[in-house]
């Protein structure tokens, strides 16, 4: 005969005997870190499955630079691997330009802005869509003004 104390009694002395073997898992060991941009030098990496996942079957690569306000930059990103997206994004995650296809007509991507506000911003490279990824070149150039007379 089963008493009314014999199964949480049995439930308990299990918890017990298993709580000591149960592995806690650990949390992700590689936070989030763009690499620095360095401006007016052009940089050669690769686009992989090892990128942030964009949600859309592509991946993306972050790259960190300082901008002052009223800088007026170009963002030059070519790939024979990939269909390129090249987007600027503030501090607070707002995408402040993109640009898919540039002016040349290929899949490459040729971004100009001004911007608004001086801090951090992120360069992320992306694939188009699914396209994969591959090797890219990435440039940022910080424009002169034009002197007037």
Do not use: C, H, W
Not at 59 to 70: G, M, T
Not at 119 to 146: E, H, M, N, S
């Amino acid at each position: 005969m089963v008493s009314r104390f014999s199964i949480p009694l049995f439930f308990g002395t299990l918890l017990l005997l298993t709580v000591p073997f149960i592995t806690p898992i650990k949390a992700q060991s590689i936070l989030y870190n763009p690499l620095s941009l360095p401006m007016n030098r052009k940089i050669n990496d690769r686009l992989s499955a090892k990128d942030i996942p964009t949600g859309e079957g592509g991946f993306a690569r972050d790259y960190q630079v300082r901008l002052e306000k009223n800088d007026q930059v170009s963002i030059d990103l070519k790939s024979e691997d990939f269909d390129s997206i090249v987007l600027l994004i503030a501090e607070d995650g707002t995408t402040v330009a993109e640009n898919d296809d540039g002016p040349d007509g290929t899949t490459n991507s040729l971004l100009f802005t001004r911007i608004t506000e001086s801090g951090r911003y992120i360069v992320r490279v992306r694939a188009f869509g699914k396209t994969g990824g591959g090797d890219f070149t990435l440039k940022i150039t910080r424009l002169q003004p034009i002197q007037g007379d």
